[in-house]
């Protein structure tokens, strides 16, 4: 084997991950895929029990509501976490389209001194108990449907209700106990999510409510409406624009940050003298800010490209890391792990994994990573959605007499996994003793995960990890391969 010195691996591991500027560095990288349900959307972590609960919409493949084949119901997993391995397990299943999800996020409210979860459906309010595992039916909430997000203090329940397209919503306050509507308030047009937060002030904790409308679709018009309530449930309501197509808000520190998708900036409402500012997440096009979370005072945004962290003091952009997945919803269980829901990948196909991601040092990252793969490597593809870079490599022809004889090496294909810190490289297949010419120059159907390769007198096909049947045969020696509108364009050498 002849030990090649592949310094691609730290610049393609590194898309993920990112490198703080700062001069205390918090960097984060993406480790693990653990399989859960398809299109995962929340995750909830329960200290009493050291169990993940996660949250998946399943698939409706024609998003007609209706169970076909080849679709999958709604349902809740856990994940255990045993001596550095994860396992996960289906425990629960809803009925079939019983979330809002992909049409409207998924804003379920977490009681974290009861281990409650509130879950908003189509038909009702349901409520899981994640100490004992399963569904605790006598809290439900049969007289609220279609709920798109729900919020919980101690004694309430906060709820948008209903969802209609362009028309004015409202949100509610349910007082948990006796199970009754306490206050009902104007939530402004295609009401999305409504947070309840309490908030410091000179004469001690006061609480709140705050409502994000999306307002028109395709407008720029999404407000943010906020205020403190009364004992009497009074909301001394205020409102703010907060640009176009926001997505998500989040109380942290007095303030109210908001993810605005299409203006690809993060709002910041500062409640004690009611100044609003934006800063920019440098996404462009569709990839904008999806949810956020607080860890550490950085502030973690996930995107339709990456998970991106702000330092909540200058609103820098601190680091990255992702692999160009569609991100939606980051929730820490340590101080040094995350669990990242991950619920298409870049194609808007559904997935059925989350994703770990782990703090690391940046003095423990090499400079160079030297992995052994076979002789003479002629090509390097870094695949981001699998986190895999396919290496081919020419083997050798000893004394170049184009007979495979005794030292002589076969042509192989390789694919090399892990991180900037290990790297494995596998030896997938060997080729046809001397098919591969240098300089090579494959094409590659990135949508379909197949490159095609000229070998010899015919052009093979590759679907990146297993060999399939040779794709055609060709009277003349391949030289070069490129793809143009499903057609392969070959080049005769």
């Not at 009497?232 to 989040?250: E, H, I, P």
């Not at 994994?353 to 690391?360: G, R």
């Not at 000893?398 to 991180?419: A, F, H, M």
Request: net charge negative; glycine share 6%.
């Amino acid at each position: 084997m002849l030990k090649s010195i592949l310094f691609a691996i730290l610049f393609a591991f590194s898309l993920n991950f990112g490198f703080s500027q700062s001069e205390y560095p918090y960097n984060f990288m993406v480790t693990d895929n653990i399989y859960v349900g398809q299109t995962p959307l929340k995750s909830y972590y329960n200290e009493n029990n050291q169990t993940l609960i996660v949250l998946c919409y399943g698939y409706d493949e024609n998003y007609n509501s209706v169970f076909d084949e080849g679709d999958e119901s709604p349902s809740i997993w856990t994940v255990k976490f045993e001596k550095g391995e994860y396992i996960s397990n289906k425990i629960f299943e809803f009925e079939f389209a019983a979330l809002h999800f992909p049409f409207n996020p998924l804003r379920p409210a977490f009681d974290e001194e009861k281990n409650l979860l509130y879950i908003p459906l189509t038909s009702e309010i349901k409520v899981f108990d994640m100490n004992d595992l399963k569904m605790n039916d006598a809290l439900s909430l049969n007289f609220i449907a279609n709920s798109a997000s729900l919020s919980a203090d101690k004694s309430k329940l906060y709820a948008t209700l209903p969802y209609t397209n362009n028309s004015a919503g409202t949100a509610v306050i349910i007082d948990i106990a006796s199970k009754q509507i306490v206050a009902e308030f104007y939530g402004g047009v295609n009401i999305l999510e409504a947070i309840s937060y309490s908030r410091t002030t000179e004469t001690g904790e006061q609480n709140g409510m705050a409502i994000l409308a999306v307002g028109d679709f395709g407008s720029d018009k999404s407000v943010i409406y906020y205020g403190d309530i009364s004992n009497d449930n009074k909301w001394n309501v205020d409102s703010v624009y907060a640009g176009n197509t926001a997505n998500n808000l989040l109380f942290y520190d007095n303030k109210i940050y908001t993810t605005i998708n299409m203006d690809h900036k993060i709002g910041v409402l500062d409640l004690k003298d009611k100044k609003y500012d934006t800063f920019a997440t440098g996404t462009t096009g569709y990839d904008g800010p999806r949810e956020m979370s607080v860890h550490n005072n950085f502030l973690f945004v996930t995107t339709y490209h990456d998970i991106r962290l702000f330092d909540l003091n200058s609103y820098q952009l601190e680091g990255n890391f992702g692999a160009f997945y569609k991100y939606e919803n980051i929730n820490f269980i340590s101080d040094t792990m995350a669990i990242v829901t991950v619920p298409n990948d870049f194609m808007y196909s559904p997935n059925d994994f989350i994703s770990i991601a782990k703090q690391y040092i940046p003095t423990n990252i090499p400079k160079r990573l030297d992995v052994e793969v076979g002789k003479r490597p002629l090509w390097l593809y870094f695949d981001p959605y699998n986190l895999v870079i396919h290496t081919l490599c020419q083997g050798e022809d000893k004394n170049n007499n184009g007979v495979y004889d005794q030292g002589d090496e076969l042509p192989s294909y390789w694919q090399i996994r892990g991180n900037a810190v290990t790297a494995i490289a596998e030896n997938i297949i060997e080729l046809p003793f001397n098919s591969l010419e240098s300089p090579l120059k494959p094409t590659i159907d990135q949508n379909n995960g197949i490159f095609y390769l000229p070998q010899d007198n015919y052009v093979g096909a590759y679907l990146m990890s297993n060999i399939m049947n040779n794709f055609v045969a060709i009277d003349f020696k391949v030289q070069n391969l490129d793809l143009i509108d499903n057609y392969i364009v070959v080049t005769p050498h």
